[in-house]
């Protein structure tokens, strides 16, 4: 009879899980705030700081492979308790440096801590959501998206009223929630061990999708970042105020992670291919229309396009994790780590065709970058195997209760 119920989400642990998630995105996003203070206190250049901040994105992004790894083979609580632990004490110490070079390593230990919750966290995320994996990974996605929108908020003005010491204020609120965070881990359900050890080596026999996925990430992030990092640039640029260009932002952050929960709870109902084909068809007219205006239609055009974008980023992961559920932290990583962080790689190279062809004929081009994803969408399959919820539900009982088969649960 069991077997005949429709498991929901298990609100409990997946609660838990977002709420790490918020804080340690909330310290991801210290840096950039922080910027116009840091540079005159270390001496740094424009170049010297892009630099910086490609070594922490690199940390924090690149590295999540490795841990996705570790979370496969059986290590994902201990990493759930060491990530947010390490990331919130480590950058809370930012505003004290002193030398760029002790600005690098605090920015590169951080970045470390960041990468080793995401893999175990998504993990959790999934399990907990048994037949409902996209709205549990939509709940978890947008989590962290509020936190990265809310930092800024905070961090910038703690410091420009108090000084860049005051960073380390924030050093209890963190400490206080990974402690807490810690407590709530040994009972988080975990995906089943698979008798390979999962990995990458159990990715092999779905690896053309999880190309396909991976290559849609990729697009997707170097549009979105791309339009993140240039158009607060380029709205002074046409006579708007820092503070009015930063509200902007803001708006595209939060419309952004408005779309991230509903993507996933749309393709738990119609089907994750079709939610990422027409996210990614829906976001190109806002995003090709908003370089020809200016001002505030410009960001309401962006903040359309970045609801639409930004709802793939749930669906994505589910349904990497749905193709490979004995990997499921490792296919985490790449779509929310290495898929990330290649995307922010070439960035960059946005910049250099801006200085080339002007920034409102880039931001156009990009803005055609989704229909061609969403054409390359098409090739996935219409949905993932129906046996992919099953092995969660079994796994959850295991976690929670003690006395149930040990042999189900991962130790730390």
Known sequence: ???????QVDSRPLGVVSSAHFMVDAYSNMYAPLLPLLMPKLGMSLHAAGTLMMVFQAAASLSQLLFGRLA????ARALLIGGPLVSAVVLSLMGLVEHQAMLALVLVVGGLGIAAFHPPGAMVAHTAGRSRPGTAMSVFVTSGTIGFALAPLLVANAAGRHGLGSTVWFLLPGLACALLFARAVPALPLAQRHHQGGGLRALRPQARNLFLLYALVVLRT???LSFATFVPVLLTRQGMGVGEAGAAMALYLFMSGIGGFWGGTLADRFGPRRVIVWSLL???PFLLAAPQTTGWTFALLLAGGGLFLQSTLPVNVSFGQALAPHSAATVSSLMMGVAWGSGGMLVPGTG????AVGLPTTLTMLAVVPFGAALLATQLPPAPP???HVEPVEVNVAAIDPSADDDTASPV
């Open 352 to 355: 250099m065709l801006a200085d």
């Open 282 to 284: 829906l976001s190109t």
């Open 386 to 388: 129906l046996p992919m």
């Open 222 to 224: 170097v549009v979105s």
């Open 1 to 7: 009879m069991a077997d005949t119920v429709t498991p």
């Open 72 to 75: 496969d083979r059986g290590h």
